[in-house]
């Protein structure tokens, strides 16, 4: 897969118009190696993160499906025909409710 596609567009053209579809562009910028190393390396490190997020995010979710054994997979892939336990009026916490606008 070739990450640099913009910035070898933008520079490989050696100083030449370039079209796109029905327009034609001036060079928006002189070749220069250092801008091109630049955006490659973001680049990369842009696809890495997300790919690095996207794996934590289907980690976390079967963290709670099989660890926790929690229903936040099924509610999250409704396609999964589980038992989804009837949500409670009561708030989930430890402790009483307290009314916190009293006077």
Do not use: C, Y
Not at 69 to 78: I, K, N, Q, S, T
């Amino acid at each position: 897969m070739q990450t640099d596609f913009l910035p070898n567009q933008l520079s490989a053209r050696g100083g030449r118009p370039f079209a796109l579809f029905f327009w034609q562009f001036s060079p928006p910028i002189a070749r220069d190696e250092m801008l091109r190393a630049a955006l490659h390396f973001s680049h990369e490190l842009g696809a890495w993160a997300l790919a690095a997020l996207a794996v934590s995010h289907a980690g976390a979710a079967l963290f709670h499906h099989f660890v926790l054994r929690d229903d936040v997979l099924e509610r999250m892939a409704p396609v999964i025909h589980g038992h989804v336990p009837k949500r409670s009026s009561q708030p989930a916490t430890s402790f009483p409710a307290r009314n916190l606008f009293r006077e």
